[in-house]
């Protein structure tokens, strides 16, 4: 219990609620809707997810690994290919780096407990980014397309902006969080073509980009209120930079 105490010791009412929510609110409406135990059990993880990112905590990796594997299955079932070809082809390579990256550039926090050291945006390394993205969207919808992949202007816009979301996240970049509400915005529509009008069993799917778009959006300024608190602590031991 008192390591419990300790790691939800900073936590605000906000954060605590989503994460109690995350137990609570996918297996009701899952009820009541009649979802699978694996249609409740993905936003569960993505509800967790996404609060542990919005406060710029590592174990968000860990837990992204179980999340992605579980909405692997449901997009392939689905039919959803986009969305596959996204976690297993970018996801998760970029969860593998996150996790060694944020492990690495770790700070003790007596406010905020364990968080990760964020950083500025650097123009050279986000005009690449920019340029390799713009290329590879062309290749993208092109291999959807061969995949005989529907609706293939969201489907590749929501690859593209996932890809650019997850490498801003894993690089610590403070405004990482406000590019990955693209990608939850794109993914909610994408899934609301496919739950309309006979899928609607699934819409506690929707939860997950809906709760994470909420957290994008409390994290993008909790993140910048932590930079800003790091950059005025400087007598602490940095750690090294990736």
């Known amino acids: 219990m008192k390591i419990l105490r300790n790691y939800f010791k900073g936590w605000n009412w906000f954060e605590l609620s989503v994460l109690i929510a995350a137990f609570i609110v996918p297996p009701v409406v899952g009820i009541i809707v009649g979802s699978s135990i694996l249609e409740i059990?993905?936003?569960?993880?993505?509800?967790?997810?996404?609060?542990?990112?919005?406060?710029a905590k590592f174990e968000a990796f860990p837990l992204t690994f179980v999340s992605v594997g579980l909405y692997v299955i449901l997009a392939w079932q689905s039919g959803i290919f986009s969305e596959v070809i996204y976690m297993l082809a970018v996801l998760m390579?970029?969860?593998?780096?996150?996790?060694?990256?944020?492990?690495?550039?770790?700070?003790?926090?007596?406010?905020?407990?364990?968080?990760?050291?964020?950083?500025?945006?650097?123009?050279?390394?986000?005009?690449?980014l920019a340029i390799v993205l713009a290329v590879a969207s062309v290749g993208i919808y092109f291999f959807l397309r061969w995949f005989e992949t529907e609706h293939l202007i969201i489907s590749t816009a929501s690859l593209i902006t996932g890809t650019a979301a997850m490498y801003l996240i894993t690089r610590r970049f403070k405004w990482a969080l406000a590019v990955h509400i693209l990608y939850s915005a794109s993914v909610i529509v994408l899934w609301m073509l496919f739950i309309v009008p006979d899928n609607w069993n699934m819409v506690v799917v929707l939860l997950n980009p809906i709760i994470f778009i909420t957290c994008d959006i409390y994290g993008t300024f909790h993140w910048r209120r932590l930079e800003k608190r790091q950059a005025g602590t400087q007598s602490d031991p940095a750690p090294p930079a990736t």
Not at 41 to 55: E, Q, R, T
Request: aromatic residues 8%.
């Open 93 to 128: 390579p970029l969860t593998i780096y996150g996790l060694i990256n944020w492990k690495r550039n770790q700070r003790k926090d007596d406010a905020k407990g364990q968080v990760t050291v964020l950083r500025g945006a650097r123009g050279l390394e986000l005009l690449i």
């Open 41 to 55: 059990l993905a936003p569960m993880f993505g509800m967790m997810v996404a609060i542990l990112y919005a406060k």
